[in-house]
């Protein structure tokens, strides 16, 4: 019964998204290729100075986007430090310096990792101003990134690659804004709360006092997953009821994680003039979803032990009004995405099933990845495999109409390796400085052994993937780990969209290279399971050392 309930919410979800492949993805190509700028676009384009017909060279556009986030970065930290001053602060204190710094790096990252209880720190004004404003922009980076990459692609010897101000307007005001808008009146039909109340002192049925938060949510919810950015307005993140009320509101939050990051292959074809190598690239990332999902589901189900036997699966950490199939869709689909929203506590999950996510996460999050970033991921593998394809059947290294010769190659080579050296270096340093190593152990891991090596693992994956979510078992709100996660989430962010620009601004400058018989067909099977292949590759010759110390061990213990 719980297999039929798993494949009727899979179909569920992927009927929608069928339905709106074609118009959104159409959509969103006609937004970043229309040379008319709306009315609101140019008063923006005024008060921030920019001349929107301004095309932007690689390294132009690389300084706009540091420049942006930079001060993303300073307002952020500056409102939670000035939180007592603000209207609507509820009283509370300002946070550490420590802790400002890695909620303030993590929003502007799009990775939304809170080492804290987002109910009881931060006020509304913290919350709206700071946090939900940087989870539109911070989306809005992405999908600007991975469509200057595109016309990269697109371009034939061209010096510019946009205007990343026009890009950046234009993804807020055209397609994250309107449909949150949209998307934060269904969830507040569905029961997510939307007010201004603050705390509430209510009487238990106990006759216990209790204080129930309140808050701005239903506005934040929509563009935390939208954006698939992942910051709850509650500690609890989207299995609180107040965020994910029932198992309809639960499909729709993972829709919205689904949206841009599914269509966006779409609007790839209709860049690039070829259709067909959108669809081969929504295929590897509809594959590995679908594997991801089958293989937690099954894992969660066949839960060994008494209790969850008799509960018909392992059901401890999970909501009973989703069940393991709607949790485990949530947490395919955040992990998969760069989201990091919860509906259930990773930490929980069994020890084989807990290693889902975090291969999720590994892929590099392509699954379909987070907004802009998993196409543009997904891009840069594409052009490892043509390479090694190049190698293995004496084809020549080229990817849609681009030649890939020693720079493209360096480019893509160094992008993969970025994310795997901090995930290690981070977890090794963890364990290996031993001052810090103390502090870890007695304060920040509540499961010690194995599990608690996972626990510090998944926190440095998932920073570094700019992902967010917790194993829920780690203490994280210490100097060491703000700093460091902090560092891991701007690292990992930052460093591969230079190395992705720079990848765009050379394959821009090259001439379309004419299709001949040694040219290696990139929407056909063949090329559909290669890129897969390499995709997993990747990951298991990186990881699975250190999974064989953690998860794997644990689960096969």
Request: proline share 6%.
């Amino acid at each position: 019964m719980a297999a039929l309930h798993a494949a009727l919410l899979l179909g569920t979800v992927a009927l929608i998204l069928a339905l709106a492949y074609r118009p959104f993805g159409d959509y969103m190509a006609r937004v970043y290729t229309s040379p008319r700028h709306g009315r609101l676009e140019r008063g923006v384009y005024r008060l921030i100075g920019v001349d929107p017909r301004g095309e932007q060279t690689w390294s132009a556009y690389l300084r706009s986007v540091l420049a942006f986030s930079a001060v993303g970065l300073l307002i952020v930290y500056g409102l939670q430090r000035l939180q007592p001053l603000l209207p609507y602060s509820l009283g509370l204190e300002a946070p550490s310096p420590w802790l400002s710094f890695n909620t303030a790096a993590s929003f502007v990252a799009n990775t939304n990792w809170q080492s804290y209880s987002p109910e009881v720190t931060l006020g509304y004004t913290a919350q709206a101003a700071g946090l939900a404003v940087q989870n539109f922009v911070s989306a809005a980076v992405g999908m600007a990134v991975a469509v200057a990459l595109v016309r990269g692609f697109a371009s034939r010897r061209a010096t510019t690659l946009g205007n990343f101000w026009v890009d950046l307007t234009r993804g807020v005001l055209r397609i994250l804004l309107p449909i949150s808008i949209v998307g934060a009146l269904v969830l507040l039909a569905g029961g997510v709360v939307q007010n201004l109340n603050g705390f509430t002192t209510v009487s238990t049925l106990a006759g216990a006092a209790q204080t129930i938060p309140g808050g701005p949510t239903a506005s934040q919810e929509v563009i935390k997953l939208l954006g698939t950015n992942g910051g709850g307005f509650f500690n609890a993140n989207s299995s609180h009821p107040f965020e994910n009320p029932t198992g309809w509101t639960n499909v729709v939050e993972v829709l919205l994680m689904l949206l841009i990051p599914f269509s966006l292959p779409r609007t790839v074809g209709r860049m690039v003039g070829d259709d067909r190598q959108g669809y081969a690239i929504l295929a590897v990332m509809a594959v590995l979803y679908i594997v991801s999902f089958s293989l937690l589901t099954a894992f969660e189900l066949a839960g060994q032990g008494t209790a969850p036997e008799l509960a018909g699966g392992a059901m401890e950490g999970k909501e009973q009004r989703f069940g393991i199939p709607g949790s485990t869709l949530f947490t395919t689909t955040s992990t998969g995405t760069s989201t990091g929203a919860v509906a259930a506590m990773h930490d929980s999950y069994t020890a084989l099933g807990g290693m889902m996510p975090l291969l999720n996460m590994m892929l590099g999050e392509v699954t379909p990845g987070g907004v802009g970033s998993g196409i543009y991921a997904i891009l840069v593998l594409a052009v490892i495999t043509v390479f090694i394809a190049g190698l293995l059947i004496g084809r020549t290294p080229e990817y849609l109409g681009k030649k890939i010769g020693p720079r493209e190659i360096t480019l893509a080579a160094l992008y993969i390796l970025v994310m795997p050296a901090l995930v290690l270096a981070g977890t090794a340093l963890s364990f290996a400085l031993p001052g810090v190593r103390e502090e870890i152990q007695s304060v920040s891991i509540a499961n010690p052994g194995i599990h608690g090596m996972t626990e510090v693992l998944y926190a440095y994956t998932s920073a570094a993937n700019n992902n967010g979510s917790a194993f829920a078992g780690l203490t994280a709100d210490t100097p060491w780990l703000n700093t460091t996660l902090g560092l891991a989430m701007l690292l990992g962010r930052f460093v591969p969209i230079m190395l992705v620009l720079a990848l765009a601004g050379s394959l821009a400058a090259q001439d379309a290279v004419p299709t001949t018989a040694g040219t290696l067909p990139t929407h056909r099977p063949m090329f559909i399971g290669l890129l897969t292949v390499v995709t997993v590759l990747v990951t298991a010759l990186t990881f699975f050392p250190v999974l064989a110390l953690g998860p794997l061990a644990e689960g096969l213990m």
